[in-house]
């Protein structure tokens, strides 16, 4: 029978097999270090939380604990890629600017239009924004993001000869464009590690699974790129994005179907065989 579909329950015992595994860093007062979070408090165990002495030793981002994070995703999602539909490096350029604070759903329904009727940079550098407005509405703040795309456009067609250019650099002069943007293109049209992308999935993840405790995405990605290998960089991003989109979502996600659940201690786990870390939380 597939695992998540009759979950297992904590036994009365405590003596699950996963907890005889971590006895030894386990608190003795831990008689119930699994726990399922949907049965009903009056019979819900408290969940086992570090004590000083495993949490000295803990390591989160001990380089066998992240090689087994990386592996667990490879093996959840094996061809995981942006979700983003684009044809060019300047497609995918337009659509991220337009994923901001929207779904990839929604880019993918919006873009086809505005490239039909745009279909080159030049197209899009010859408008005002406000002519592009009512096409990207539904995306949200499509004011700015008008004039993002716009002013992309004009700088492209101005500065790097029409083509969208490969490096973090150039990309960081367009407008509208910040490293999560420019990891998207460069990873993945352009196939450049340069960086980690941190959207709400990966920050949430890189917390639950303590790889960082901070809480903006520029030294949540200097964090990831400490202890992930480069060449793992855009590959980890996009099934982390996949991860946060299927399983572990930032409301009830889904535990007992997650193949690295027994090594993640976040707060907020529904179904946990392991220790529960007060601190390992979105
Ligand atoms: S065990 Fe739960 S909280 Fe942890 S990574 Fe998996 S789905 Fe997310």
Redesign the pocket.
Known sequence: MTRGTTPRRPSRSGRQEAVRATKSIAPKSAAHPAVRRSTPAAATPKPAVQNKKSAARYNPIDPDRVRQIIAGLDQMYPNATCALHHRSAWELLVATILSAQCTDVRVNMVTPIIFEKYPTVKDFAALQPEQLEPDIRSTGFFRNKAKSVVGAARMIVSDFGGKVPDTMDELLTLPGVARKTANVVLGTWFKKNDGVVVDTHVTR?SR??ELTRHEDAPRIEQDLMQIIPRERWTDFSHEVIW?GRT??MARN???A??K??KL?H?A?????TVEIHKDAKP
Do not use: F, G
Not at 268 to 272: E, I, L, M, Q
């Open positions: 993840i639950r699974l991860h399983l572990c996600p889904k535990c179907d997650c690295i659940e993640c976040a907020d786990k529904t179904w946990s």
